[in-house]
């Protein structure tokens, strides 16, 4: 979900019906390939090692109908050593994502993934505010609470899961692949046979001729590039930041929640983790963003910041924020002050949250428990060292298939964190995919075929996945909008849609990836 994009090669808009087409830069290609390394022929080539490109593998060698194809997968990276480096931090890593309990259940059974549950969160619903009116009434905040069913994951436990399923159904005598792991090696050109299979060149010095090349390889994708597919899509101009929260007490372990609160500034979300664990991403501008990754050096600060988002009313929140970029924007910072504003804003949360609480109950038991059930818990401290930020944008291929070549997961869409969907869209690609290729090899038929094969996966994936996309587009820019009238017919929205169990119901089923 949260992986930093980097920009890679020119990006050409134009215009299109007010949206704007991003379309891939290209590398030169030949329609034969020049090169003297040695060509292997080869039934599938995987180009990718990140959570998608691994999980395909994973999901290659368990099929039985397709583990005996001859495949190998392609990653620029060290995998060992990034899972070292995992397995040494002591803590939780700041790349963590939703699955929902279907991906969880193809992860866990189907794959049969050693995934560390110890580390893996399950929350039984996610509850939304409409932080941008400016209503100043202590009384419920409009809001829809949907039952969701969801798992909180790092993807380097995603990862490293993966990475060991290969590596032992590599060592095992029945392997017919074990060395289908490339690592540390690039792709450096693709070119066409005459005979119209891909060539793919690699750091090694092999080149590849693959009857399926598919592109895991994310926004920037070589497959991609070659294919040469226009794409919909646009910069949001933000940023997801992203970093590992300490509350003040434990979260309540039978009844845990996820928090989103939309913001003029960009929805904050505040999603469980375990005991007095909780991670956040947060989107915005570039300035906000820049000053939370790289200028503050106070993680109350930030913690203090996100409870006001959450409890506070909207001019008192932007009041804070204002106030606080504003001492941090000279050279030398006077810790002093910025003490004495993280008192003042911590105690306005407590002013707030006592006034709530009288405000909507009845009596002192109920009281108690209101900003516990009404509220997300109150965050003590965010780790500073593992605040970062990506760039956020919406991007939708036209198509992801052509003979011999297919993509799945970043490759061929991107879509806003807000929604959490990112990799179970990637992991939905994934079971698409397989599901057609042992039909093919159940008919004989030639993995390759983009008529027959492939395009059957792009024609049942690319709906689903324009759905989530444009919804998900949709409601990022509706409360990005900074009208008061805007602010108001969100709010008879919101407060309609958390009256309505069975629409209610319906997006609690679309969020959890449920039929």
């Not at 994009?5 to 290209?26: E, P, V, Y």
């Not at 869209?425 to 038929?445: N, R, T």
Request: some cysteine; overall charge negative; proline content about 3%.
């Amino acid at each position: 979900m949260l992986s930093l994009i980097k920009r890679a090669g020119t990006i050409n808009t134009i215009s299109h019906n007010s949206s704007k087409k991003l379309l891939c830069s290209l590398y030169s290609y030949s329609t034969t390939t020049t090169s003297t390394s040695k060509i292997e022929p080869l039934d599938i080539l995987i180009v990718g090692g990140g959570p998608a490109g691994l999980s395909l593998l994973s999901s290659l060698i368990s099929s039985d109908k397709l583990n005996n194809l001859n495949y190998k997968l392609v990653e620029s990276n060290n995998l060992e050593n990034q899972i070292q480096k995992y397995d040494d931090l002591g803590r939780y890593d700041n790349r963590i994502i939703s699955i929902t309990p279907k991906n969880l259940d193809y992860l866990t059974t189907k794959i049969n993934l050693p995934l560390n549950f110890d580390k893996i969160t399950k929350f039984n619903g996610i509850t939304i505010f409409n932080g941008s009116d400016s209503s100043t009434m202590s009384e419920h905040k409009p809001r829809v609470d949907l039952d969701t069913e969801s798992y909180m994951c790092e993807i380097q436990n995603l990862v490293k899961a993966n990475y060991s399923f290969i590596k032992e159904k590599n060592a095992s005598a029945e392997s017919k692949n074990p060395n289908c792991l490339l690592q540390e090696t690039k792709v450096l050109n693709i070119s066409k046979s005459q005979d119209n299979y891909p060539l793919v060149t690699l750091s090694n010095g092999v080149t590849y001729k693959p009857k399926l090349l598919i592109g895991c390889d994310g926004f920037n994708s070589s497959v991609k590039k070659y294919m040469n597919y226009s794409s919909i899509g646009w910069n949001y101009d933000s940023f997801g930041v992203v970093g590992n929260l300490k509350l003040k007490y434990p979260s309540l372990g039978s009844n845990l929640r996820g928090w989103q609160t939309f913001l003029t500034t960009g929805p904050l979300a505040h999603l469980p983790l375990e005991g007095d664990r909780a991670t956040m991403v947060w989107s915005c501008d570039n300035a906000m963003s820049e000053f939370f990754a790289k200028k503050l050096t106070n993680g109350e600060v930030l913690a203090s910041l996100i409870n006001c988002a959450f409890v506070l009313n909207r001019l008192d929140y932007e009041y804070y924020l204002k106030k606080i970029m504003k001492l941090y924007s000279t050279d030398i910072v006077n810790e002093e002050d910025v003490n004495k504003l993280v008192e003042e804003m911590n105690t306005r949360v407590e002013q707030e949250s006592e006034t709530l609480s009288k405000v909507n109950t009845d009596n002192s038991q109920d009281e108690m428990l209101y900003m516990d059930e009404y509220y997300p818990p109150i965050v003590e401290s965010v780790d500073l060292t593992t605040v970062g930020r990506f760039p956020l944008k919406m991007f939708h291929l036209d198509n992801y298939s052509k003979d011999r070549m297919v993509l799945i997961g970043d490759a061929c869409h991107n879509t806003h964190p807000l929604a959490g969907q990112g990799l179970n869209m990637g992991l939905e690609d994934i079971k698409e995919l397989i599901k057609q290729l042992e039909k093919a090899m159940d008919l004989g038929i030639d993995i390759g075929n983009n008529e027959l094969v492939l395009k059957k996966y792009f024609e049942n994936r690319y709906p689903e996945n324009s759905v989530m996309l444009m919804g998900t587009d949709f409601l990022f820019k509706l409360f990005a909008i900074d009208e008061p009238v805007v602010h108001k017919i969100t709010n008879i929205g919101m407060n309609f849609v958390n009256s309505m169990d069975t629409l209610k119901k319906w997006m609690s089923f679309r969020v959890s990836g449920k039929n």
